[in-house]
């Protein structure tokens, strides 16, 4: 009760009214939930239980998320309607509402039983650590913890430290990167084009490196906050950066959402098992899907539908011809993609997505260097190449490396210890140093 009340607090925190959505929708999940229990011997009325549960719940995401973008679209086409509402994005609707559907679906299948306790069902869709941002949490992996957990000190040890590693990664990498892709990739079509090119690519590759320190710093903090209230979440993300195709980045990038259109898109589908046609139809509805999941715009939809195209030619071509190549041109080719990638991403506006792409190669008359991007590059190489270090698992694996050696080796026994105990402390300060006059950053994914 008390994890419920601060978590419903926390979200009214960013707007009260829209907690009253938050309570709605778990509503309908939970009571949709009950009534496809009860009707579990009738095919027909289980099915319009989860037809009214998880219809309903995509009409009101349908409605504050892309109503606006459905309008704007038929007004360009029909004139109608002259004036387009409003429509605010609740926070984390994204997230909560897939996590609920998830719920209902696996009730369907007979995956997990019921909750028969509402408050229950509020509490999973709407814990303060994880609901405005993910990981899209299913209710089965925590079905037994929401009802019996207890915290432990070790797991409460592991958590503060994951959290102060994801507070680090946000505070101090992220933001930083911000700072240096905002003044590469200025807003406004006049300072944009006369960025150089060499400009262009630099804040380019900053933005890449500030969405995954970003979002994966939420996740890990989200994690981190689980483990101090004895919750285990599974991982997010598993060190995308180092792939080598597109199809194993999408297996380490956003984990759980790519796992969700997985198991209740693709696979009910029919997913590869109707054949070679029917798989590339049921993986275009799933990566058209997936762009128009991260926002209600037409960049979105071709970043979804770039993505596609790269996983069908990896299915039928290139992954065989890869394997038969170094693993560094595979890497090469992996990041190519995910680097041009994020440039679709990034601008919403597709006359900036045409303006980069020429200014890129240098056709916007923008030239090829100043002395302002030669400047801001040597100021910050080093941070570069830190920053790109931390999107590897390099730490991870020296520091698994000398506690596999604590047994033969006393001087990293003790050494082990110090970071255990100093390390979150010294990361806390290192944030709090970075975030004290600093002007508000929020997490990227909040927008989504």
Same mark, same amino acid.
């Given at each position: 009760?008390?994890?419920?009340?601060?978590?419903?607090? $926390?979200?009214?925190?960013?707007?009260?009214?829209?907690?009253?959505?938050?309570?709605?929708?778990?509503?309908?999940?939970?009571?949709?939930?009950?009534?496809?229990?009860?009707?579990?011997?009738?095919?027909?009325?289980?099915?319009?239980? /989860?037809?009214?549960?998880?219809?309903?719940?995509? %009409?009101?995401?349908?409605?504050?998320?892309? %109503?606006?973008?459905?309008?704007?679209?038929?007004?360009?086409?029909?004139?109608?309607?002259?004036?387009?509402?409003?429509?605010?994005?609740?926070?984390?609707?994204?997230?909560?509402?897939?996590?609920?559907?998830?719920?209902?679906?696996?009730?369907?299948?007979?995956?997990?039983?019921?909750?028969?306790?509402?408050?229950?069902?509020?509490?999973?869709?709407?814990?303060?650590?994880?609901?405005?941002?993910?990981?899209?949490?299913?209710?089965?992996?925590?079905?037994?913890?929401?009802?019996?957990?207890?915290?432990?000190?070790?797991?409460?040890?592991?958590?503060?430290?994951?959290?102060?590693?994801?507070?680090?990664?946000?505070?101090?990498?992220?933001?930083?990167?911000?700072?240096?892709?905002?003044?590469?990739?200025?807003?406004?079509?006049?300072?944009?084009?006369?960025?150089?090119?060499?400009?262009?690519?630099?804040?380019?590759?900053?933005?890449?490196?500030?969405?995954?320190?970003?979002?994966?710093?939420?996740?890990?903090?989200?994690?981190?906050?689980?483990?101090?209230?004895?919750?285990?979440?599974?991982?997010?993300?598993?060190?995308?950066?180092?792939?080598?195709?597109?199809?194993?980045?999408?297996?380490?990038?956003?984990?759980?959402?790519?796992?969700?259109?997985?198991?209740?898109?693709?696979?009910?589908?029919?997913?590869?098992?109707?054949?070679?046609?029917?798989?590339?139809?049921?993986?275009?509805?799933?990566?058209?899907?997936?762009? /128009?999941?991260?926002?209600?715009?037409?960049?979105?939809?071709?970043?979804?539908?770039?993505?596609?195209?790269?996983?069908?030619?990896?299915?039928?071509?290139?992954?065989?011809?890869?394997?038969?190549?170094?693993?560094?041109?595979?890497?090469?080719?992996?990041?190519?993609?995910?680097?041009?990638?994020?440039?679709?991403?990034?601008?919403?506006?597709?006359?900036?997505?045409?303006?980069?792409?020429?200014?890129?190669?240098?056709?916007?008359?923008?030239?090829?260097?100043?002395?302002?991007?030669?400047?801001?590059?040597?100021?910050?190489? $080093?941070?570069?190449?830190?920053?790109?270090?931390?999107?590897?698992?390099?730490?991870?694996?020296?520091?698994?490396?000398?506690?596999?050696?604590?047994?033969?080796?006393?001087?990293?026994?003790?050494?082990?210890?110090?970071?255990?105990?100093?390390?979150?402390?010294?990361?806390?300060?290192?944030?709090?140093?970075?975030?004290?006059?600093?002007?508000?950053?929020?997490?990227?994914?909040?927008? $989504?």
């Amino acid at each position: 009760m008390v994890l419920l009340v601060s978590s419903l607090i $926390f979200y009214a925190w960013g707007g009260p009214k829209y907690l009253l959505l938050l309570l709605l929708m778990a509503f309908i999940s939970w009571f949709s939930a009950l009534q496809i229990h009860r009707f579990r011997e009738s095919l027909l009325l289980k099915r319009l239980c /989860l037809i009214l549960g998880v219809g309903l719940s995509l %009409a009101l995401l349908g409605y504050f998320k892309y %109503a606006g973008f459905f309008l704007e679209n038929l007004q360009k086409i029909t004139g109608f309607p002259e004036a387009i509402p409003e429509i605010v994005l609740p926070i984390g609707i994204s997230f909560y509402t897939f996590q609920l559907i998830s719920y209902v679906v696996d009730v369907y299948w007979g995956n997990v039983r019921p909750q028969r306790r509402y408050w229950l069902i509020l509490l999973y869709c709407s814990l303060f650590h994880q609901c405005i941002a993910g990981p899209i949490v299913r209710y089965k992996d925590v079905a037994r913890e929401i009802e019996h957990r207890k915290p432990r000190i070790p797991e409460i040890g592991r958590g503060i430290n994951r959290f102060t590693i994801g507070l680090v990664k946000k505070a101090v990498f992220a933001n930083s990167c911000a700072e240096i892709a905002d003044m590469m990739l200025p807003e406004g079509i006049m300072n944009f084009t006369s960025v150089p090119a060499l400009g262009l690519w630099l804040g380019a590759l900053m933005y890449m490196l500030q969405i995954y320190l970003d979002f994966s710093a939420y996740s890990d903090m989200a994690i981190g906050m689980g483990l101090m209230v004895g919750f285990h979440y599974k991982e997010n993300f598993n060190y995308p950066y180092i792939s080598n195709t597109v199809t194993e980045f999408w297996r380490r990038w956003h984990i759980s959402l790519s796992s969700f259109f997985r198991d209740y898109v693709y696979i009910p589908l029919g997913g590869n098992r109707k054949g070679s046609r029917r798989t590339i139809i049921n993986l275009f509805i799933v990566w058209a899907l997936t762009g /128009l999941w991260h926002g209600s715009s037409w960049n979105f939809v071709f970043w979804g539908l770039y993505y596609f195209i790269f996983l069908v030619l990896e299915k039928k071509v290139l992954l065989k011809k890869l394997e038969k190549l170094p693993g560094f041109i595979g890497h090469i080719y992996a990041m190519a993609v995910v680097y041009f990638g994020w440039i679709i991403f990034k601008f919403t506006d597709l006359s900036y997505l045409g303006h980069m792409l020429k200014g890129m190669f240098g056709l916007n008359h923008n030239g090829f260097v100043n002395l302002e991007v030669v400047m801001t590059f040597k100021n910050n190489i $080093f941070f570069i190449i830190v920053a790109v270090i931390a999107c590897t698992p390099l730490a991870k694996e020296l520091y698994k490396w000398m506690c596999r050696k604590c047994k033969t080796v006393v001087i990293f026994k003790y050494l082990r210890r110090i970071i255990e105990i100093a390390g979150p402390v010294l990361l806390l300060l290192v944030a709090t140093m970075a975030l004290v006059g600093n002007s508000y950053n929020p997490f990227l994914y909040f927008q $989504f």
